[in-house]
């Protein structure tokens, strides 16, 4: 049965990036509201066929297999699935999609998950970057994220990573309650010690329906100062470039030629794939985003209907609006000229007023052409893309 699914392109310019939605957990921690489930591994079955069923529904009658150049397993916990399930998955996109020569093939994975047997078949099957979602070295820190692992699981699992796939990621936390500056310090020494490729730096938000917001609306759980997070974010700043990492991108910091491409096609605007519960699509200016809802997810597809619940026609003001905000994250920012010959407009069109107060304020700079963030201007981005929308 073919699902009557919005997935399709007509246009010449084809995603050429896949990211594959896999939602199942050990257990949820704190802070995380992302679309996942914990303890319902009896379901992963049923999802490895929603998965095949809805990826074989795209561009039906175009020629298969079809090229990509990135793919992204994300989560929830991708690395929580056996080998067994692991290689059909990537079975399922090997039969559907053609990997290109210089394919980035990622996959979110918890270091406890790591072992030696599942880091090889990984390898492989054409995976070549592993995201390790560490978020910190300090056991108190980990507790208090009610995370599962400690640094020297951390430790091993980059050791035995390192055997077999060069190309490693780390995710660190900013701003867990109780955390000070010297103990923000040690967390970027010792992630400096294990020289990962990449590196990405995120404040933590205590987001309404996790079992953080719940606490600290008894007064359980205290947030860091935005002053201190500032504070630790200018030192993971001024510290990973001292040491040789490029930073890149608002959060993201890399070796050189680590950057993360499958990202980069996300903040140039390019359109891509997006499978599972809860995945988003660009395809055609069409944004399509499935339902989070796992359970509802799997009903969906079973039953033949699109699993795509939120679907909007992104027109070329949305799109430049979307440009704009995207190409100022990125730290060399945007060639002016270049966007309007890419758009239509000028970035001045858009929002005029509020680009010349945040240049007046210093939060922007214009300089030979090119527009961007000041230091003082990332320090409150999430503030300034609301501008722009």
Not at 86 to 91: A, F, G, V
Not at 163 to 170: G, L, P, T
Not at 246 to 272: A, I, M, P, Q, T
């Amino acid at each position: 049965m073919i699902i009557n699914h919005p997935h399709w392109s007509s246009d010449l310019t084809i995603p050429r990036s896949v990211y594959v939605h896999v939602p199942f957990c050990r257990h949820r921690c704190g802070y995380c509201n992302f679309t996942l489930v914990a303890n319902r591994d009896e379901w992963v079955e049923g999802y490895l066929n929603a998965i095949e069923k809805e990826i074989s529904a795209v561009n039906v009658g175009m020629p298969a297999p079809q090229e990509v150049d990135t793919v992204f397993l994300g989560g929830g916990t991708p690395s929580h699935l056996s080998a067994d399930q692991l290689e059909r998955l990537i079975y399922i996109l090997t039969n559907k999609f053609l990997f290109a020569s210089e394919i980035e093939f990622s996959i979110e994975a918890n270091p406890n998950d790591i072992t030696a047997e599942k880091v090889e078949l990984l390898s492989s099957l054409g995976v070549n970057r592993f995201s390790l979602g560490v978020q910190s070295f300090n056991s108190k820190k980990l507790q208090t994220l009610e995370r599962d692992h400690d640094a020297q699981v951390v430790r091993d699992a980059i050791d035995t990573i390192r055997k077999r796939v060069a190309d490693i990621s780390i995710d660190l936390i900013i701003g867990s309650p109780g955390e000070t500056l010297e103990s923000w310090q040690n967390d970027l020494d010792d992630v400096l010690s294990i020289n990962p490729t990449h590196i990405s730096t995120y404040s933590l938000t205590i987001e309404k329906g996790t079992q953080f917001w719940n606490r600290w609306n008894r007064g359980d759980l205290n947030e860091v100062s935005e002053d201190s997070a500032a504070d630790y974010y200018e030192t993971g700043i001024d510290f990973l470039t001292n040491n040789g990492f490029d930073h890149y991108e608002v959060s993201n910091f890399s070796r050189y030629g680590f950057r993360c491409r499958h990202n980069e096609n996300y903040w140039l605007g390019k359109s891509y794939y997006g499978f599972g519960p809860g995945a988003a699509s660009y395809i055609d200016g069409m944004r399509g985003m499935n339902h989070r809802s796992t359970s509802r997810y799997l009903q969906l597809v079973q039953s033949g209907q699109s699993p795509t619940v939120e679907s909007e026609l992104v027109d070329a003001e949305a799109s430049a609006r979307e440009k704009l905000i995207f190409g100022l994250r990125r730290i060399q920012g945007i060639d002016v000229n270049a966007y309007r010959e890419e758009t239509g407009y000028t970035v001045f069109e858009l929002a005029e007023k509020d680009m010349n107060r945040l240049l007046v304020q210093k939060l922007l700079e214009l300089e030979d052409q090119t527009l961007r963030l000041t230091r003082s201007g990332l320090l409150v981005s999430d503030s300034i893309w609301p501008l722009f929308l």
